[in-house]
């Protein structure tokens, strides 16, 4: 039993870095602009297919593949920052609101978009090591698992560092915390906050393959990575990155424990209670500062 | 407005008048020649897309070569698919479609089990013989006169031949616990249905029992279960997907059943493919194959190698031609297309189709059976019953990577 | 003015559309309208809540899978036709909104949207894993007792009359005080709140009409299916669908939904008959962009100029 018990914790854990980075990336979009990107986990998937499509063609191990995704997600969050957001911003007041809505269509879009190219069916994305494990004391520790983990670490410690340790960096920061400030300091809001989106959606190309090593991902499965990511946010709350990040491990640790405790079957909905508590007892965050 | 809304209503009136009088143009006296008419859907597009093409692909071979000998009752046969794409309303709305727009003579069995089952209802209702993989038991108790599972793929029946296997075993050789795994769906539900009763037979403890819902996100917690009950016998009633995770999650856990049964997926050349050696030693069980020593499979295997290049044919190429013939044979032996007078016939006639001989009792049920196969060396082989075998059955299984 | 008299053009229409079956259409056109007016009525009653008061929900069609549901079972159970239990599905969906409304109206925009998604979400797992409701086998009930093409004539019938009280219905809403007041929230809630506007009864309000509607619409729709499954009664695209067509038409204006409703249910009839079920969702998908940022106010405000064109937030610091 106890053996079982630190099992999910340690299952937990790397799966909460997986869950951080996606959910990091989620916050910062939010934090900058208010913006609530629903089609970010459809990013994530969309990286994870990608990824799959490289080592398919080219039999490179998917991890490999970030070397390129992550620059054309890069781009790809620029482009959506000047192709819709700005778009969006100068035409509505309600831009939270509106956001919510343009981007389930833009989520849905690139679903069908997924479905359409590869279908509905689950993948998972295939390595030389999937289905291997370390045994550390007594304890299986999956390399997909382990991988996808330090992934998510790295990432977040590259984050981390750009965000307090460069000028860049420190302009986005300042933007999250206060915006009206910031423009008042001369920064310039529109080049940040493209950079945000560049950043963000470049964060969710590595989530998504980190995701990908673990679970089966889908097309339409972005649904359920948000619903997680929007756990880890409303406890970490929207104001920091390394809130989000640890949000991200306790959300995976929970997940990880109620397979104990619970029918397999009932996990998901346990998370979706707790969600629902959250939102009605602290909608600001557990751990906002 | 008032002018734009207008005009809108006199278009509106315009094509609702015009699509309301087209269909009286299609004739109503009938040649003799003229062709019968089969029509119902598939899904061609989808997640269930990659079975229903096969389908599709026996149901136009059977077209092909009845149209080549003769036609059935002397007047060629034409197929009308629509695509359902994997979607249960729509299998219903298109059905439906085809009876009452296309005005078919007979129809065609869609896929999968729910589809197949809400049409099984459609048919009933507007009283057509409808022949397909049926719904699974829920599906065949509803007192459906025109419904015929010919054969079915009956979940509950599914592992059958494996309970038999096991039964001729000696006690002590036997797994003593079992741990089962089921996709929470019909399908997955019906597979576990047979469960109980089956492993009673054999003295085996049924120590876990536990759903998932599809997708399966990751199989890992599962498993660890199963081995942290010290369970030598893993059922895995799931599909595809779930079953290349779940048998991943063993080989990284280490964990070491007697055996392994699998519902859906293991007879697919793909399962092979992503699961090289590990996929082996797999039971699982089917109410069609390549190898049974029916009339026309041997044909059939001959098809398949020289359109598509296979070495066998695929099992659900099979099912469609299978559900074709037995439509065929219901319609030629009551020499009509009276509906009344096929369901009869073959509830008292029966037909000797690729899949064997076999008579529907009042639910449109054949007997109750299944064959047991198990993946060996990367080959699909049938071990159960034993006048079907064609290789010696691996058990205990080996451990992984020996 | 406008309005006044598209109304009851429009009305007289739909009252004609009732006639249409003595013409003995095809069945198909019957099923392409009961679907349209299914749609319309929903989505008109979802716009009491999204469209004027501006809480996105994207769960509706949970009160219309509960509708069904509920219908279902008492007409397994005790043989009772759900074209009478319908109110009683309704009825049922706004007890289930109750609930669920109850703690998540205190909630805001994005928070209030997501779990909207949630509660379809949950709800789909419940009724999945318990076996009362036929759980992953899905609920089998007894078929309609008419012939078929009676069944479809009744059927649509039977929705057309709820689009049509739903349509007065909301009109009347509109119009009224109850209407002005949601409005004032999409305005400014707080600054409502502050004026006395009873903020909270009326969301709940709203949220429990449109439940109703939807449920009575589910209610129908499972008997017309004789088969449920959690897989297609509890599936987001309807949901997504009717705000769309909400959106799309003109959320100010009663008639606007069902603008919306026709547009799309061409639209998607079109597509998904030439070139397919995802080319249709991705332009669906296209579209809701599309909508909420060039015409947020739907395409009736082309020709219907009710409010000033809202100033955006600030020219300068707020805009990036």
Not at chain 2, 186 to 193: K, P, T
Not at chain 3, 164 to 181: M, N
Request: aromatic share 10%.
């Amino acid at each position: 039993m106890l053996l079982e018990v630190v099992q999910a914790v340690v299952t937990g854990l790397l799966v909460g870095f997986t869950f951080a980075v996606l959910a990091v990336g989620f916050s910062l979009i939010w934090g900058t602009t208010g913006v609530v990107n629903i089609a970010h986990p459809a990013f994530a998937v969309l990286a994870a297919f990608l990824a799959l499509l490289a080592s398919r063609r080219w039999g490179i191990d998917p991890i490999a593949t970030l070397v390129g995704l992550v620059p054309l997600f890069f781009a790809l969050g620029v482009v959506l920052h000047e192709a819709l957001i700005k778009v969006a911003a100068k035409r509505t007041r309600e831009l939270g609101l509106a956001s919510m809505i343009f981007t389930f269509g833009l989520a849905s879009f690139m679903e069908n978009g997924m479905a359409y190219v590869w279908g509905p069916g689950p993948r998972v994305l295939n390595t030389a090591y999937t289905g291997t494990a370390a045994q550390v004391l007594g304890v299986s520790v999956p390399l997909p698992h382990l991988y996808g983990a330090l992934l998510g670490v790295a990432t977040i410690g590259v984050l981390y560092g750009f965000l307090y340790h460069t000028f860049p960096g420190k302009a986005v920061r300042a933007v999250w915390q206060q915006r009206d400030g910031a423009a008042l300091c001369g920064i310039p809001l529109h080049r940040v906050t493209a950079l945000a989106y560049g950043l963000s959606i470049a964060s969710a190309a590595v989530a998504g393959v980190a995701m990908g090593l673990i679970y089966s991902f889908y097309p339409a499965g972005y649904m359920v990575w948000l619903i997680n990511v929007f756990l880890i946010v409303i406890v970490g709350g929207v104001g920091s990155l390394l809130g989000a990040a640890a949000a991200g491990l306790l959300v995976g640790l929970v997940s990880s424990l109620s397979v104990l405790v619970i029918p397999f079957v009932w996990t998901n909905l346990a998370l979706f209670a707790l969600l629902i508590l959250v939102l009605l007892i602290r909608p600001s965050g557990l751990l906002k500062r | 407005m008032s002018r734009s809304t207008r005009r809108d209503f006199l278009k509106k009136a315009g094509i609702g008048a015009g699509v309301l009088f087209v269909p009286q143009l299609s004739l109503r006296a009938r040649a003799s020649t003229a062709p019968i008419r089969i029509g119902g859907s598939l899904p061609l597009t989808g997640a269930y897309a990659d079975t229903g093409v096969w389908i599709e692909r026996g149901y136009r071979y059977w077209a092909e070569e009845v149209n080549a000998s003769g036609g059935l009752l002397g007047r060629p046969v034409e197929l009308i698919i629509y695509d359902d794409a994997s979607q249960v309303d729509r299998g219903i709305s298109l059905l439906e479609r085809a009876i009452t727009v296309d005005r078919v003579d007979l129809l065609l069995g869609g896929y999968p089990g729910t589809t197949a089952a809400a049409q099984m209802a459609v048919a009933e209702r507007y009283r057509r013989v409808y022949v397909s993989m049926g719904g699974h038991m829920a599906s065949f108790q509803r007192g459906f006169r025109y419904s015929f599972g010919a054969p079915p793929l009956m979940g509950e029946w599914w592992y059958e031949g494996a309970f038999q296997w096991l039964e001729s075993m000696p006690p002590s050789e036997r797994p003593r616990r079992a741990a089962a795994i089921t996709a929470n769906n019909a399908v997955g539900m019906a597979v576990r249905g047979g469960l109980a009763d089956g492993l009673g037979r054999s003295g085996i403890e049924l120590v876990m029992d536990e759903l998932y819902d599809l997708p399966l996100a990751s199989a890992e917690p599962l498993v660890q279960r199963a081995k942290a009950l010290g369970a030598d016998m893993f059922i895995a009633n799931g599909f595809f997907g779930d079953g290349v995770q779940t048998i991943r999650a063993m080989k990284a856990l280490d964990y070491n059943p007697k055996l392994i049964l699998q519902g859906i997926g293991s007879l697919i050349p793909e399962w092979v493919q992503e699961l090289g050696a590990d996929g082996n030693y797999v039971v699982s069980g089917t109410a069609l194959h390549d190898k049974l020593p029916f009339k026309g499979v041997a044909e059939l295997n001959q098809v398949a190698r020289e359109r598509w290049g296979l070495r066998n044919a695929p099992e659900y190429f099979l099912f469609g031609y299978a559900w074709m013939q037995a439509l065929q044979q219901g319609v030629e032996g009551a020499g009509s297309l009276d509906q009344d007078a096929i369901a009869h016939y073959l509830r008292t006639e029966g037909i000797d189709s690729i899949a064997g001989r076999m008579v529907f009792d009042a639910r449109g049920l054949p007997p109750a059976y299944s064959y047991t196969t198990q993946v060996i060396n990367g080959q699909v082989e049938l071990i159960w019953p034993l006048s079907v075998r064609t290789a010696e059955p691996v058990y205990p299984k080996p451990p992984w990577g020996r | 003015m406008i309005g006044r008299h598209d109304g009851r053009y429009v009305t007289g229409v739909l009252v004609a559309c009732a006639f249409l079956p003595l013409l003995r259409p095809q069945e198909y056109v019957l099923t392409f309208l009961y679907n349209l007016f299914s749609y319309a009525a929903m989505a008109s009653a979802w716009n009491i809540l999204g469209g004027l008061a501006g809480y996105l929900s994207f769960g509706h069609v949970a009160f219309f899978g509960c509708g069904a549901y509920v219908t279902g079972l008492m007409l397994v159970r005790w043989g009772w036709s759900p074209l009478a239990t319908a109110p009683l599905g309704g009825l049922a969906a706004a007890m289930l909104a109750l609930v669920a409304g109850y703690p998540t109206l205190r909630l805001r925009g994005p928070y209030f949207t997501v779990v909207t998604v949630v509660m379809v979400l949950a709800v789909k797992i419940v009724v999945l894993n318990v076996p009362w409701t036929g759980a992953a086998m899905g609920l089998w009930m007894p078929f309609p007792p008419w012939d078929p093409f009676v069944s479809r004539v009744i059927f649509y019938e039977a929705v057309l009359v709820i689009l049509l009280a739903t349509l007065l219905g909301v009109r009347w809403v509109l119009h009224s005080k109850f209407g002005f007041g949601l409005r004032t929230i999409r305005e400014d809630e707080d600054a409502a709140a502050a004026i006395g506007v009873p903020a909270f009864r009326l969301k709940l309000g709203a949220l429990l009409l449109s439940a109703f509607v939807c449920g009575m619409v589910g209610a129908v729709h499972g008997h017309d299916r004789s088969y449920l499954h959690p897989d297609f009664m509890f599936d987001l695209h309807p949901s997504i669908m009717i705000v769309l067509m909400a959106l799309f038409g003109g959320r100010d204006h009663w008639l606007g939904p069902l603008i919306g409703a026709v547009a799309v249910m061409i639209a998607d009839e079109l597509l998904t008959v030439y070139v397919g079920t995802e080319a249709a969702r991705m332009l669906f998908g296209l579209l809701l962009i599309v909508v909420i940022v060039f015409l947020p106010a739907g395409v009736i405000s082309l020709r219907v100029r009710r409010q000033p064109k809202p100033v955006p937030a600030g020219r300068g610091l707020m805009m990036p």
